[in-house]
């Protein structure tokens, strides 16, 4: 099995557990990679997450956008080929309208600068700074535009009224982002109304300095 074989096999199986574990349902989500060619695999549009093979994913030339089988692709995919075309670090997106990051996106009084509290030193290594992106009609030029805009300067994005996006160097990171940040928001709504401990400022520069810039 080639690496590229390896690769489609790993997303294939993140998007069984995906659904399995309830962070996609129906025909929710899309997920993507870029292949050692330079072009771009993304799901298919109408079916869910599970289930799904290598054969089934789409390819899309990463320049023109043109499709390269006859797989239809996902109708979000020219946001995917929007933050490969502004991100050449990043090799794998993950799109989830997973519960808890949902529910997040959905708060009227959610902070720009900080939606989520620096509540585990996890969140801050693994998602933070996290990006706010406005809303925008599903699959629209102006959702693609606004998510390249703001991908270029984050690796996590929470899509007002939407869900999340999380990309990564490698299939890996980008669910282990996505993961995270899921995570984290559970614990912001579970923990609504307690008297919290959040990480200090100097404890952040500890992480800062260790994970970041060791």
């Known amino acids: 099995m080639n690496s590229d074989d390896s690769l ?5 199986a993140s998007a069984d557990s995906f659904f399995a574990r309830g962070l996609a349902f129906g025909s929710t989500g899309n997920l993507s990679v ?5 072009v771009i695999a993304v799901t298919p549009t109408g079916l869910p997450l599970q289930g799904l093979r290598p054969e089934l994913l789409a390819r899309l030339d990463p320049l ?11 109708k979000e995919s ?6 490969y075309r502004r991100r050449p670090d990043v090799n794998a997106i993950v799109h989830l309208h997973s ?6 996106s959905c708060r009227e009084d959610l902070d720009p600068d900080q939606p989520l ?7 801050f290594m693994r998602v933070a700074p996290l990006g706010i992106v406005a809303y925008h009609r599903p699959g629209s030029a102006e959702l693609a535009a606004a998510i390249e805009e703001s991908a270029a300067t984050h690796n996590n994005l929470l899509l007002r009224n939407h869900g999340l996006i999380s990309t990564g160097a490698n299939w890996n990171e980008a669910v282990d982002r996505a993961e995270e940040l899921e995570e984290t928001a559970k614990l912001a709504f579970l923990l ?19 994970f970041r810039r060791a």
């Open 34 to 38: 870029r292949l050692s060619s330079g």
């Open 78 to 83: 020219p946001f995917h080929l929007g933050i």
């Open 8 to 12: 489609l096999a790993a997303l294939c």
């Open 64 to 74: 023109s956008g043109a499709s390269l089988t006859t797989a239809k692709p996902s």
């Open 99 to 104: 519960t808890y990051s949902t529910a997040l």
């Open 117 to 123: 509290p620096p509540i585990t030193p996890y969140y």
């Open 192 to 210: 609504r109304g307690e008297k919290l401990r959040y990480l200090t400022a100097d404890e952040i520069a500890d992480l800062d300095r260790t």
